[in-house]
Each structure stands twice: as structure tokens, then as C-alpha cells.
């Protein structure tokens, strides 16, 4: 039981690393946006820059000897009507106290009920179209992309041409 628990503890230290890294870059690129007119090239390069980070991210997730965190149950150790210093220390200030208020709306790993119950009608009234509409809306939608698709290039083929 021991092992299982370190390699548990070891995969989500080397995933709050990964977490940090991507944490870092997106803070890096809103400053950019905040404080500068960034240029097309550098937003780029922030972009493939937090892409990475994602890549490494989910890889690290994905790993074999990453244990299945899906199996995982997180439960709160102690409920508190007090300001915890050190919980706001590691939330960033982001949760500075954690009672029975706000514990089911952190834990919550369904929908809230009014959002379930839009989802829930959005799906009956997809169900209520005929299937030849669907597809005939999808094959609209592909054309349009598509036409999209060739003016986007043609207009990069001009672009290339003239630089």
C-alpha cells in the first residue's frame, strides 16, 4: 500500500511542477496582453510556448507510471469558519477559507442542476430534428469551412507572393 501511495505522491508532485510551468506562461502572456501591443510573432511563440506546457502536461497524466488519478477520492481534512493562512498560501488567496458552504461547489464534479437541466433541453430539442436536416445543416456547414479554408489560403499564397 506504501508504494501505491508514493508513486501517487511523486505523480502529483511532478504534476504540480507541470502545473506551475503552464501557470507560469499563461501569467507571462497576460502580462503581454495587459502591458504591451504584442505582435503577431510573439503571441505565436507564447501560444506553441503554452501548448508545450499542455503537451508535457497530459503526457505526464498519461504516463505509465502515473497511477489512475479517476480513482482518486479528495475530501476535505478539516472544515473551518476561520481565515486558514496556510490554505490561502498554497491557493495563491484564491480560497481563504474553506467551510461547508463553498466545499460542494469546489468537490462538485457534476453540473449545476440549472445547467444540467439547459443541457438537458438543448438535447431534447436536438433529438426532436429530423436526422436529413442535420445532415444537410452539416453538409452547409462543411461547404462554408471549406470556402473559408480556400480564401484564408489563397489570400496566404497573395500574402507570400508580395513579402
Known amino acids: 500500500m506504501q508504494t501505491s501511495e508514493k508513486q501517487m505522491e511523486t505523480a502529483l508532485s511532478s504534476i504540480a511542477v507541470r502545473i506551475d510551468s503552464l ?3 499563461l501569467m507571462s502572456l497576460q502580462t503581454k496582453l495587459e502591458r504591451d501591443q504584442p505582435n503577431w ?8 510556448t503554452l501548448s508545450g506546457h ?3 502536461l497530459l503526457r505526464q497524466i498519461k504516463h505509465d507510471k502515473t497511477p489512475p488519478l479517476q480513482n482518486s477520492v479528495v475530501l476535505p481534512v478539516a472544515l473551518s469558519q476561520q481565515r486558514d493562512e496556510e490554505l490561502e498560501r498554497l491557493t495563491e488567496g484564491r480560497v481563504p477559507v474553506l467551510h461547508h458552504e463553498i466545499v460542494p461547489d469546489y468537490l462538485r464534479t457534476k453540473l449545476d442542476l440549472e445547467l444540467e437541466s439547459q443541457e438537458q433541453e438543448l438535447e ?5 430534428l429530423p436526422q436529413e436536416t442535420v445532415q444537410e445543416q452539416v453538409a452547409s456547414l462543411n461547404d462554408r469551412v471549406r470556402h473559408v479554408l480556400q480564401l484564408v489560403s489563397e489570400y496566404k499564397e497573395n500574402w507570400e507572393e508580395r513579402t
Do not use: G, R, T, W
Not at 124 to 128: D, I
Open 124 to 128: 431534447v430539442e436536438v433529438a426532436k
Open 23 to 25: 501557470k507560469n506562461s
Open 54 to 56: 499542455l503537451n508535457m
Open 41 to 48: 510573432p510573439a503571441l505565436l511563440e507564447s501560444f506553441a
